[in-house]
């Protein structure tokens, strides 16, 4: 999990790699963007992989992240060509990795606000998907905002 926050980039969790003895789930470092340097931070609580972090207002949101997983694709709001196919390019991918990832336990599905959809109903729907309730979706697009 990786999220960019307050001129830092907090990364979290990890793997554990194949045939080898290196455990990265528990890891916690912040790359320190204006001193170009990492900081080992304190091990995490739990191991984590897959999970998601993003900043959110004025708060770093860390979910998810234990077997399997969640990929939730926000797309831009329906303005220009360019938003249009990167709306239609992501809604793609979530049904494409849903299929290819389903096998690891990793879950996708395609999040597509309106044009007048608020941060907050984004927000909502984003918790109720990284929820338990939330796992009996995958490959899906979701409409905000449309009738």
Known sequence: MAANY????FVMGGWVAE???VD????????????EKWVERAPLNS???AGA???????????GGQAGGKLLLIAPPP???GAEAARAGLENLARTL?????????RTAALLPGAATEPEKVAELVAFLASKAG????????DLGSV
């Open 6 to 9: 307050e001129g830092r980039l």
């Open 19 to 21: 045939g080898s003895e």
């Open 24 to 35: 990265a789930r528990e890891s916690n470092r912040v790359y320190e963007l204006k001193d």
């Open 47 to 49: 191991p984590r992989v």
């Open 53 to 63: 972090a993003a900043a959110v207002g004025d708060k770093l949101v860390v979910t």
């Open 79 to 81: 303005s220009d060509a």
């Open 98 to 106: 849903s299929v290819e990832w389903a096998r690891y336990g990793i």
């Open 135 to 142: 796992d009996y979706y995958s490959g899906c697009r979701f």
